[in-house]
DNA sequence: CAATATAACTTGCATTATGAAAGTAATAAT
DNA sequence: ATTATTACTTTCATAATGCAAGTTATATTG
């Protein structure tokens, strides 16, 4: 699946070698945006990867420290897979890759008050998603997702 | 290559699907990075990528509008590669990949005065490495790199 | 000016990664 | 006790990658 020596220590590189693969950031995108985090939530996520992909990258992401899996703690079946501080400072790289696909896509889903919203207060936005992760919140989903928060409509 | 239809709308899918392949962000680095825009440039750098790949990346690229392909001016056998406006709007994105590497790869390239420059003044360091790349300089190499302009050592 | 070199690719083919579908083992719900 | 869920794994076809060796046009060198 990934090659164990890098191909160089280019900074660049070695975070592409880390997450920069076709759905790595895509399940990252699932936890900090939708809340979600479990095998059985990435699984229905519209991009549809496939049962054995998403696998290995899980495995791969938490190889590479990003992620962080724990037992669900009253269903044994379930995993929960949640961000190390590791993983919580790829929000950064994620609000940048939403900017530019927001900007550039004619047909993107992403609503446009929260794009503004992040480039109008770029560094408290980031602290605010990253606390609300933390503590297994997210940006769109749930009681305490950011955007209630904020009250962006 | 790459399929046609887009997997989803999700802004950050739609950068995925325009650069977020194993190479194109090299490509892109060696732009804004180390001034390079030829064909022959690109396959000297030390990730080394195989000269089918290079062609077929440079191709997407082309096809995304994030590089503009022009004869060079005086050797006829020469192809130049530029960032076009869309491409520049990439930079961001190499700042964020860049800073995230260079915190987490214990033996990473990346100069630390050069990291801590960016993250010190962030939205001006943008504007100069993109009035620089756009005037067909860069961040490291030649006379008016970014960094010799501000005397980072 | 003829021969060689360089630049930007392309082609062929082996290897590897991806993706769809079906299967499995453990636990939970009915 | 039976059925359903959950998190995977396995199998196999297909597609992407990567290496090596062309190819064509233009430039350089003796």
Redesign the pocket.
Known sequence: ???SDPKSHCPINFSLEAFG???SLLIIRDIVYFGKN????FIESEE?????????R??HLELKGILV?KP?A???????YFLSDKGLDLIPILLELAGWGALYDPETDAPQNWISAVKADRESMIRLIRDTVRNGGSIFSGPDSVVSKLAIT
Do not use: C, F, P, Q
């Open positions: 699946m990934k090659r693969d076709t759905w479990t095998y059985g939530e549809r990867i496939s049962s054995n992909i998403l696998a290995s899980l495995a899996k669900h009253t269903d044994k079946r379930k995993e929960v």
